[in-house]
T-cell receptor, first 115, second 110 residues
């Protein structure tokens, strides 16, 4: 059983550019969530996808967008990058079942630096 | 909205027990989780507890839940240097979207 994998692991962009981060979910999982973790902070929820539909969104502007594909892999896109977007971006997959714990299983993250 | 609070640091001696505390505000929480994050890595699920339980034990880990006070704790018995990491408390209601605290940095010294 493969775990959650994310790419790239590190990247550097300049202000105003666009970035796409990718995530491959754990086998058998139907839900993917994206979190932003700034230095010294806890993960902040960006959005969640369940069966290719957005299932919830945190307090992030529309320039943060995402997709989930039929094979449950996912992308996070950020347009018009700002310096404050520098953070570790974490993807987590889970299997939502009625009454289940819905535990999140995280990838190692993509470290984005915006200069 | 939901809020999860944790103290930022805890320092213990190797072999002692560590107790990491967490408080939350969402009275509709159904599941509460503990995650561990080592430097440069993602979060690793350690354990979770359903809100109708008040205790769960898993090897060296003991989770205590006081639902009335909205207080969750994680006890690590016989703490080792390999336990040094940041520990995150998280809770969720019916939305399947956990909210995380800022994390407690556990430092284990010889």
């Amino acid at each position: 059983e493969t775990g959650v994998t994310q790419s790239p692991t590190h990247l550097i962009k300049t202000r105003g550019q666009q970035v796409t981060l990718r995530c491959s979910s754990q086998s058998g999982h139907n839900t993917v969530s994206w979190y932003q973790q700034a230095l010294g902070q806890g993960p902040q929820f960006i959005f969640q996808y369940y069966r290719e539909e957005e299932n919830g969104r945190g307090n992030f502007p529309p320039r943060f967008s995402g997709l989930q594909f039929p094979n449950y892999s996912s992308e996070l896109n950020v347009n018009a990058l700002e310096l404050d977007d520098s953070a570790l971006y974490l993807c987590a997959s889970s299997r939502i079942t009625s009454g289940g714990a819905g535990e999140l299983f995280f990838g190692e993250g993509s470290r984005l630096t915006v200069l | 909205g939901e809020d999860v609070e944790q103290s930022l640091f805890l320092s213990v001696r190797e072999g002692d027990s560590s107790v990491i505390n967490c408080t939350y505000t969402d009275s509709s929480s159904t599941y509460l989780y503990w995650y561990k994050q080592e430097p440069g890595a993602g979060l690793q699920l350690l354990t979770y507890i359903f809100s109708n339980m008040d205790m769960k034990q898993d090897q060296r880990l003991t989770v205590l839940l006081n639902k009335k006070d909205k207080h969750l704790s994680l006890r690590i018995a016989d703490t080792q240097t390999g336990d040094s990491a940041i520990y995150f408390c998280a809770e969720r209601g019916g939305s399947y979207i956990p909210t995380f605290g800022r994390g407690t940095s556990l430092i284990v010294h010889p």
